[in-house]
Each structure stands twice: as structure tokens, then as C-alpha cells.
């Protein structure tokens, strides 16, 4: 018998979920599973003795069927920790079947689990899933082997890799305390998801921000909910739903959640100077456009209570979608930002990351590469850009 309904259920990791697509690296999400074991590592920011995982079909087009699953404590790789590896189940079935558009969480499985821990969930899928629901940009490594590869196989065995994550929704943690409303969740797009951080090194800049938590002694769960390519006001076949579209299931919906960093809106800006057939749809958004988009979030989060805080766009002279017109807009929409006093709070990443020779390109010190997207130092600039008091 499941004993999750028992427990008051805490953020420890979560990805939002987008449609099966090619994305920006290989992925098996449009080929999806047969007869495989795909084996998936994710950090949490949270503590507990017990652990479940939320699995989704949401982009679905058929049932699909997670013939196993287990979870187990990360040593190294696609290596776990000897004796860790718990079977899951869920309503004390070991299989599921998951509707399309649905989504589902095990029973509770005892894992003890300390913050910034990697767990290791392991699912095996017997029958063809078809196209995956998936996350595409994970910046960690998964693993995937043929056949039912779920307890304790030679690593070895799992030859194949990508940097997304599949069906995987969340990892939630309970300590048999009560509920506290204490999660912070980051919302936008390739610059919150991690894009130019190094792999498997958890370097995004909401693994920043929950150390620095941690370290101020105030730890708090940290949920990184941004997708490379998202938009403020427009959905994307390959970069998800709009921010305002999703924010209910991918802030509001968390446990525990207390507050929002917002950082969306460069792609909305850049994506009308390019023509790529990626960067669509393209249309020419206003200033205007943009601050009723920043304003429908604000209302959502403080209907819901949760504290909002707007990140500033940052500098991309350099980029590929930089133009004198997309600059003017950067600029019109940070100062909105920074003196309408409409958000709770602002995250001046702007600032932070600018070139002090040069305010609408990067720093050189904090740029990946591209001109747009920082490097692991740009992303522990930016968490420091937080007023954790705000949160």
C-alpha cells in the first residue's frame, strides 16, 4: 500500500516538460523507447528520508507504459551507490500505465537524501513509447541501455548518452515534518536552464542560488524551471509553452512554493531579427507586448500569494539577434522593470554581467562564448544578483 498520501511532500528537483522535438543536441525524444532502460541523475536542493518521483505523458500522443522503475543514490557516472537501489511503485503496482496528457507519482520509496545529493531514477519501458515528453536541455548526462537494466547492472552496460531528460517531472522528498512553504522557483529560458554551463557540473545559476542559500544558513529547495528558447508571449513547437501558459503548473503548482525569479523575454525580443527556422514564431513584439506579458505573471503569482521577482534582460551585443531596434527594447524593458516597482523585487543580472567597457555586450570574464549566455562564473554572478531577502 502506498504511504505517500501520509507525508507532507517537499520540492527536491523538478524540469518543465516539453514537446518530443530534435532540440539544440542529440536526443532520442522523437524515436522515444523499446525493450530500454534509460538511467537519469539529478541534483537535489532538498533533505529526506523518503522519496517519489512525478512522471509525465503531457506531450503524449498514445498511453505510455513505464514497465519499471527504481531509484537509488548516485556514486559516479551511471554507477550507484551499492545497497541504494529502491523499486518503485505506484499505487503498489510495480508498472504504470500513464494517459496521454497525464502524469503520475510513485509511492514513497526510503532513500535518505541530503541537499545537493544526486539520485539515480532508472525506467524501464518494454513496449515502443513512442515520441517522449521530455526536457531537452538537462546539462547532465543520461544513460540509456537495451533490456530490463533497472537494479544494480554493470554500468557499463549503459553505452549510449544524451544531456536530456525523459518523462521526468520531479523528485519530491519528505522528512515525516510538516509542510513549509519555503521553495523558490526560477522561470525563463536558456539562461535560467543552464545553456554554456559545464555538464554534470552543476553550475547553472539556480545551483548557485541554492548554495548561497545553504551557506548564508538559510537553505531553501531551489526548483530550475527555465527551457532553452522559451518565450514570454508565444508558444513554441521546439522551445515549450509560453512562460504565462505554463506558470501555473511550473511555479505555482510546486510544493511549497514562496517565491518567483522571472528571467524571459530575450528570445521575444531577438527572435523577429533572425530569420531561422528554429526562432519561430518571430513576431515583432512591442515594449508594450512585453510588460502586459510580465504583468499577467505578476498577477498570477499574487492571486496565488507567491513573492515575484523580475530579472533584468542581459547584455547580448555580439549574439546573433543583436540589432540597434532589439537593443532600444532591452533597454526600455529593464527600466521599466527596475523603476515601475510593479514586481516585488528586482534581480539586476543586467548590471551584474555587464562589460564595464561596454554596457550592452557581456563581460568577457562571464561570457560562454556566444555573447548571450554565460559561463559557470556568469551564473555564480548572477545567483549573487539575488537579494535573498526578497525571496
Known amino acids: 500500500m502506498s504511504t505517500s498520501n501520509s507525508l507532507d511532500w517537499q520540492a527536491g528537483w523538478a524540469a518543465a516538460v516539453q514537446r518530443p522535438s530534435i532540440g539544440f543536441h542529440k536526443n532520442w525524444a522523437e524515436e522515444g523507447f523499446a525493450d530500454q532502460t534509460v538511467r537519469q541523475i539529478v541534483r537535489v536542493t532538498g533533505a529526506g528520508t523518503s522519496a517519489r518521483i512525478r512522471l509525465s505523458n503531457r506531450y503524449g500522443a498514445a498511453p505510455l507504459e513505464v514497465a519499471g522503475a527504481t531509484i537509488a543514490r548516485t556514486d559516479k557516472g551511471a554507477d550507484v551507490v551499492p545497497g541504494t537501489v529502491r523499486a518503485l511503485t505506484f499505487d503498489g503496482a510495480p508498472a504504470v500505465v500513464i494517459p496521454p496528457g497525464g502524469e503520475v507519482y510513485s509511492d514513497a520509496a526510503e532513500v535518505s537524501v541530503a541537499p545537493f545529493a544526486s539520485l539515480t531514477v532508472s525506467l524501464y519501458f518494454a513496449r515502443p513509447t513512442g515520441p517522449a515528453s521530455f526536457h531537452a536541455q538537462g546539462y547532465a548526462t543520461t544513460y540509456r541501455a537495451a533490456g530490463e537494466q533497472l537494479a544494480d547492472p554493470d554500468p557499463a552496460v549503459f553505452g549510449e548518452t544524451t544531456v536530456s531528460w525523459y518523462y521526468l517531472a ?222
Open 170 to 391: 520531479a523528485v519530491e522528498l519528505a522528512d515525516g515534518g510538516p509542510a513549509r512553504r519555503e521553495t523558490v522557483v526560477l522561470l525563463g529560458d536558456s539562461l535560467t536552464d543552464g545553456f554554456g554551463s559545464t555538464v554534470d557540473a552543476n553550475r547553472r545559476y539556480s545551483d548557485a542560488l541554492a548554495e548561497r542559500l545553504a551557506a548564508e544558513g538559510a537553505p531553501r529547495p531551489v526548483l530550475n524551471q527555465g527551457i532553452g528558447g522559451n518565450l514570454l508571449l508565444n508558444d513554441s513547437a521546439w522551445f515549450g509553452d509560453r512562460a504565462g501558459d505554463r506558470f501555473r503548473r511550473d511555479v505555482l503548482d510546486q510544493p511549497g512554493v514562496r517565491s518567483v525569479v522571472v528571467l524571459v523575454g530575450l528570445n521575444d525580443i531577438g527572435f523577429s531579427e533572425v530569420d531561422l527556422p528554429t526562432y519561430k514564431p518571430a513576431p515583432d513584439n512591442s515594449v508594450d507586448d512585453l510588460i502586459a506579458g510580465y504583468r499577467d505573471l505578476i498577477g498570477q503569482a499574487r492571486a496565488a500569494g507567491v513573492r515575484i521577482i523580475g530579472g533584468t534582460i542581459m547584455p547580448f551585443k555580439g549574439a546573433e539577434y543583436h540589432s540597434p531596434a532589439a537593443e532600444a527594447k532591452r533597454r526600455e524593458v529593464n527600466a521599466w522593470m527596475r523603476d515601475a516597482g510593479e514586481f516585488d523585487a528586482v534581480a539586476d543580472f543586467a548590471a551584474a554581467l555587464a562589460d564595464p567597457a561596454d554596457g550592452d555586450a557581456l563581460a568577457p570574464a562571464y561570457d560562454s562564448g556566444d555573447h548571450k549566455h554565460p559561463n559557470d562564473e556568469g551564473y555564480r554572478l548572477m545567483a549573487a544578483a539575488v537579494d535573498l531577502a526578497a525571496l
